[in-house]
């Protein structure tokens, strides 16, 4: 099996910047896997609500992550600090990457 190649800053619009918390490590020092997948609705909701998209208090849309799934390449744990990647590959899906301190390349 050929391990697939990370991506690159390059490949994604935006960025966001996300600390990790004590709690979200397992009793072996290790971010539990659920983790990733919260990490995944708060990049997308923060970039929503910070381009404008996403009203919390009065908006009427609603935004849903349908679809994601994890290629580990390193570990994150606490107290690291991770850049989500946000990728827009057409109108009405985001797609993002999680990634612990920066990208390579």
Not at 7 to 18: E, G, I, P
Request: hydrophobic share 40%; charged share 15%.
């Amino acid at each position: 099996m050929v391990r697939p190649t990370p991506s690159t800053r390059a490949d994604y619009c935006a960025f966001s910047t996300l600390p990790t918390r004590w709690i979200d490590n397992d009793i072996y020092g290790h971010m539990n896997n659920a983790v990733h997948y919260q990490l995944f609705d708060t990049a997308v909701n923060g970039y929503l609500l910070e381009q404008g998209a996403l009203d919390l208090k009065s908006g009427v849309t609603i935004f849903l992550v349908v679809e994601t799934g994890c290629q580990y390449f390193s570990e994150l744990a606490f107290p690291d600090v991770i850049t989500a990647g946000i990728k827009v590959r057409k109108a009405g899906h985001i797609f993002g990457h999680l990634s612990g301190s920066s990208f390579p390349g």
